[in-house]
């Protein structure tokens, strides 16, 4: 995945500050789709970074079991330390891509726009694989930033968070394309995503879009939940 060597490298203090100056260190994101936590028992979590999102719903009590994965070493470790006795949270240290989950879920949660990563050709895969794993109704909630990124982000932070960036855009076709932002001398990839392009994955997935909660952030940013539930075949 492109964006492998920007986690691998980005310590936790930094991917904490990065909340702050995005807004969502104080859970606005999860504040934003509650409703969805009340009938869900197992939820999944994808790339659990420092724990952000798991602060966030450890504590609800119709929640019955939270499984956490993340790729990254570091974050790992500090997950473990702070969770390692809460029986609700299992842990595992993988990729989402590749490990065997062996269970199904009643929530997927891919926050904090994880699904920009992706280029618009891998999310088919990402996304139909994710919607294997759900329970029939089941929801999977996708957080994403809007698709002209730079338009949504304030000066401010641009110039503190995106210091360098030059709005690079690269690709073969429109839906290839991405931009590349620079946080303390690393890289990251963000490729754009709009509604259309969530629908059609959603369709090729037997997912229904059945919201799409836009948002500002504490530090006024905008961004997007989709939210897809999975239809049984009858
Ligand atoms: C932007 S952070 C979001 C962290 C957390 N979900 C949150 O909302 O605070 C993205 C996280 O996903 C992890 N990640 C990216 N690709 C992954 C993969 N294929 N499998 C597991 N973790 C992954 C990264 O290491 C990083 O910690």
């Known amino acids: 995945m492109a964006n492998d060597s920007f986690y691998k490298d980005v310590s936790i203090s930094e991917l904490a500050e990065i909340a702050v100056l995005v807004g969502l260190e104080k859970h606005c994101d999860i504040a934003n789709i509650k409703k969805y936590f009340l ?6 979590e994808l790339g659990a970074g420092y724990g952000r999102v798991i602060d966030a719903i450890i504590s609800l009590e119709n929640i ?37 989950l062996e269970a199904k879920f009643d929530l997927i949660l891919w926050m904090w726009s994880g699904v920009n990563d992706f280029s618009n050709q891998e999310r088919f895969r990402v996304i139909h694989k994710l919607s294997d794993l759900l ?9 994403a930033v809007p698709e002209n990124i730079l338009d949504a982000v304030p000066e401010n932070i641009l110039s503190e968070l995106y210091g360098e960036n030059k709005g690079e855009n690269k690709g073969e076709n429109k839906q290839d394309e991405f931009i590349t932002l620079t946080y303390h001398q690393k890289s990251i990839r963000i490729y754009p995503v709009n509604k259309e392009m969530m629908q ?21 940013r905008e961004r997007f939940c989709y939210v897809g539930i999975k239809k049984g075949i009858s």
């Open 64 to 100: 019955e079991k939270i499984v956490a994965i993340e790729k990254h070493k570091q974050y790992i470790e500090s997950i473990k330390n702070r969770f390692q006795n809460n029986p609700k949270l299992k842990i595992i240290h993988g990729d989402f891509l590749t490990t065997d």
């Open 39 to 44: 009938d869900s028992k197992v939820v999944l």
């Open 135 to 143: 329970n029939d109704n089941g929801r999977i909630i996708i957080d």
């Open 200 to 220: 059609s994955y959603f369709v090729e997935s037997n997912l229904l879009l059945e919201d799409v909660i836009h948002y500002q952030t504490a530090t006024n």
